[in-house]
């Protein structure tokens, strides 16, 4: 079994979910998601108006429930009706209906239940290779770690590849947040950040590419290497209000190469040369030109 393999070049990291649905705080219960649920009614049929109604859900509720809706929707309560669970609902909003059997709503609610935590866990995949962009050799070592002062937790630290990937399942604990996940392998390191949510609303992966692992990632201003026309370096996006623009598409090199921007608007580049650089970021649907500097590390 190698320790470094072959010669390694870069890493890719990625993982199947941008955001995975946080755990429940009360002991035996679990926290569940559920999307896209139809309002139906016990006094009217499909098409009426009407400001109250419920959602069927897949597992008894125990404990608390939250809905989300384009309307202004409260609570009302709760129950098992022969075999359906039930979660009723009502609008506060004025001159607000559901159209029962066509509005829909979400929800997150505890169940005392054994329910599939998958919504809970993502795979961390590392991508590593030669300079060649071969897979480096079979038993290469991977090293993951987490960054964060919220509870997830990784099925493994150290992986070993096979065909040029190791995995590791981040599973996320009772605590909300963004965690910081990482991979080394020889001299390059990849990370990347996932959101543990109360309710999922990015369904997307998330991916990024490595850089030397004694480079600083924390900073607006991070070193570049290199100065061949091959640069290395992060940047973080924000906009008109100093907002990070997060969980965005950026494309950089005469839009040869695309990247995510990360949780806080960062996005990686590999493709840097010193003066001025341009690139485009699309935000629903329309796309921006933005450019960034890179001084020459000579002062020349």
């Keep these: 079994m190698s320790l470094l393999g072959s010669a390694i070049d870069s890493i890719a990291l990625s993982s199947d979910k941008a955001q995975v649905l946080v755990g429940s705080s009360i002991e035996g ?3 569940v998601n559920e999307t896209n ?3 139906l009614s016990d006094t009217y049929g499909s098409g009426y108006w009407s400001r109250e109604g419920y959602v069927v859900v897949q597992n008894p509720v125990a404990g608390s429930a939250q809905i989300s809706s ?3 929707v409260v609570l009302s309560g709760y129950r098992t009706v022969g075999s359906e669970h039930r979660i ?3 609008v506060a909003g004025d001159f607000q209906f559901f159209t029962i059997g066509e509005s829909t709503v979400d929800v997150s609610y505890s169940t005392a239940a054994t329910v599939d935590n998958s919504a809970g866990q993502a795979t961390i995949t590392a991508t590593v290779s030669q300079s060649d962009d071969s897979p480096v050799t ?3 070592l991977v090293q993951f770690g987490l960054d964060g002062w919220i509870d997830a937790t990784l099925s493994s630290s150290r992986a070993y590849t096979s065909g040029g990937k190791a995995t590791t399942i ?3 604990g009772k605590q909300t947040g963004s965690t910081r996940v990482s991979a080394i392998c020889g001299s390059q390191k990849a990370d990347l950040s996932i959101d543990v949510v109360s309710v999922i609303t990015d369904d997307t992966g998330v991916g990024t590419i490595s850089y030397p692992s004694g480079t600083d990632t924390g900073s607006n ?3 570049d290497s290199g100065t061949d026309g091959s640069i290395r370096g992060t940047r973080r996006l924000v906009g008109c209000e100093g907002e990070p623009l997060a969980r965005v598409w950026v494309s950089l ?3 040869q190469i695309s990247r995510q921007t990360d949780s806080n608007g960062v996005f990686r580049f590999d493709c840097g040369v010193i003066g001025d650089n341009t690139g485009s970021v699309t935000i629903d649907g329309k796309s921006y030109q933005f450019v960034w500097t890179i001084a020459d590390p000579q002062g020349v």
């Design 138 to 140: 079979d038993g290469t």
């Design 170 to 172: 981040l599973t996320a």
């Design 221 to 223: 201003t991070p070193e």
């Design 37 to 39: 649920l139809t309002v």
């Design 29 to 31: 219960q679990t926290t």
């Design 88 to 90: 009723y609902m009502r």
């Design 70 to 72: 384009s309307l202004t």
């Design 253 to 255: 090199c005469g839009g």
